[in-house]
Nanobody
Framework: DVQLVESGGGSVQVGWSLTLSCVASGDTIGRYCMGWFRQIPDREREGVAGIESDGSTSYADSVKGRFTISQDSDNNTVYLQMNNLKSEDTAMYYC???????????????????WGQGTQVTVS
């Protein structure tokens, strides 16, 4: 099984940038469909971005053009570069992994079976 640990969250101002990291251990990310989700209290977990082992990506409409998901196979790490942050981006951000390939669309939370503990992003 793969274990996921996120880092890089913090408190920033509107318009600033942050890069989140998700370090995987126990298995190689190349065997998984990887994704980033976010959640605010009393709301469902929302898919933000996904990446396939071949590098193909998908994004939620709310972050297209501002967020970029990428992966570094050598370091077994997935990143989420977030630019031009808005107050509505404030949430707990989670890294997720699903065994096998990603679907053609951005999958929902039920697609994934491994989760990190989350990292908080606050934009004000």
């Amino acid at each position: 099984d793969v274990q996921l640990v996120e880092s890089g969250g913090g408190s920033v101002q509107v318009g600033w940038s942050l890069t989140l990291s998700c370090v995987a251990s126990g298995d190689t990310i190349g065997r998984y469909c990887m994704g980033w989700f976010r959640q605010i209290p009393d709301r469902e977990r929302e898919g933000v971005a996904g990446i396939e082992s071949d590098g193909s990506t998908s994004y939620a409409d709310s972050v297209k053009g501002r967020f970029t998901i990428s992966q570094d196979s050598d370091n077994n790490t997935v990143y989420l570069q977030m630019n031009n942050l808005k107050s509505e981006d404030t949430a707990m951000y989670y890294c997720a992994a699903a065994t096998g390939s990603c679907p053609a669309y951005l999958p929902g939370a039920t697609w994934y079976n491994y989760w990190g503990q989350g990292t908080q992003v606050t934009v004000s």
